[in-house]
């Protein structure tokens, strides 16, 4: 199932003072637009990308060269025309409406919203009302409300695409909130939780705030992963999952597979905890023979458990046969299986040693792998 983020940023935000548009402005280094974009590149599980903004705005786009990074629509005078801009790009089978505005989103946020989507046609992350709430008139209170079921909406908002699509083309144009657009059609929204940093940028001073959440130091690991396995007698090897004929096979405790050894070692070394052998003793019997995608995933498991994302795993396989090309794109699909990740996430790639060394001397095959984890 895939998956578009539709990110409006085409308001104008004359609440936010004097200067261009909010999206436009800086924060930590970068424009706000950026940001925002840079979670969704970032998200494994986020597969195109198309901002909308307004045509007085095309210059921002060029200098920023944001054609590289989204497709690109013009938006409306509302959102609503706006949203339906940005639906116009795309035939995901499902989208996220964001509001550009919100540039410091958790990536956890989005899990949680395409977790829901999974079991229901729309979701949307939300926190509720903590503090009392009062009816004024004029400077005085006038009464106190009940805020029991209350929340405060955030984005993303997120639906699957047909009739989200349908809904939207049902309504006359007025809904400022995508979620309204979709219970005036009878479509469900789950309330899933929202995050206190995903704030909205409205006034001057939430610029600050924004600055204080992004300026954050990010928590990204990087781990490398080496193996070896010496030839043997067998009529095949197993190199990152997939099994390629040869006169040889290769000799190890488990199915030998030195490709998602070294990826699952560089995991395990990013997260500061050990290696393969460690987790799984090659003294410990049950693990003879075993598929070496049970160690992968395990790898990954414990990646997700302690709040890493796997952004990006490299794998460069090692020997003068046999030949790798031919299957590189059926390991890289295979990994990114295992690993809940795009194929365009993994590398697989191959060199030889120039007839030098064991691999030279054709007595076995060696990996080394490099995986990058950042805290969500």
């Known amino acids: 199932m895939t998956t578009a983020a539709i990110i409006v940023a085409a308001g104008r935000g004359t609440r936010a003072g004097d200067g261009p548009p909010k999206q436009w402005r800086a924060v930590a280094g970068r424009t706000v637009v950026e940001h925002t974009l ?17 045509a007085d705005d095309m210059g921002w786009a060029e200098r920023l060269d944001l054609r590289a990074r989204a497709k690109i629509a013009i938006g409306g005078a509302t959102r609503s025309l706006s949203v339906k801009a940005g639906l116009a790009q795309t035939e995901a089978d499902r989208v996220l409406i964001h509001d550009a505005a919100r540039c410091c989103l958790p990536p956890v946020v989005i899990d949680r919203v395409l977790d829901a989507l999974d079991d229901g046609p729309g979701a949307a992350p939300a926190l509720p009302v903590t503090d009392t709430l009062w009816s004024g008139a004029g400077a005085s209170v006038a009464g106190i409300q009940d805020r029991s079921g209350l929340y405060r909406a955030q984005t993303p908002q997120g639906f699957h695409l047909a009739p989200f699509r349908a809904a939207l083309a049902a309504q006359d144009g007025s809904a400022t909130d995508d979620v309204a657009v979709a219970r005036a059609a009878g479509i469900p929204v789950r309330i899933v939780e929202g995050d206190e940093r995903n704030l909205k940028i409205t006034t001057p001073a939430d610029f600050a705030r924004a600055e204080a959440i992004l300026g954050q130091t990010m928590d ?3 781990g490398n992963g080496f193996d070896v396995h010496a030839f043997g007698p067998g009529d095949h090897v197993t190199l990152c999952g997939v099994d390629i004929p040869h006169d040889h096979g290769l000799k190890g405790h488990s199915d030998a597979d030195v490709g998602m050894h070294a990826v699952t070692d560089a995991i395990y070394g990013a997260l500061g905890d050990g290696d393969i052998g460690q987790h799984f003793p090659p003294s410990d019997p049950q693990w003879k023979g075993a598929a070496s995608y049970i160690f992968l995933e395990h790898a990954c498991a414990l990646a997700r458990d302690r709040g890493f994302a796997i952004t990006h795993a490299d794998c460069t396989l090692i020997c003068e046969f046999p030949k790798i090309g031919p299957h590189a794109l059926a390991m890289k699909q295979e990994m990114a299986q295992i690993m809940g990740l795009t194929p365009d996430r993994i590398s697989v790639k191959a060199t030889t040693s120039e007839k030098l060394g064991f ?3 054709g007595e076995g095959i060696a990996a080394i792998a490099t995986a990058t984890l950042v805290k969500t």
Not at 47 to 53: C, F
Request: aromatic share 4%; hydrophobic share 45%.
């Open 359 to 361: 691999t030279g001397r």
């Open 38 to 54: 840079g979670v969704f590149e970032a998200h494994p599980r986020v597969d195109e990308i198309v901002l909308v903004i307004s």
């Open 220 to 222: 990204i690991r990087t």
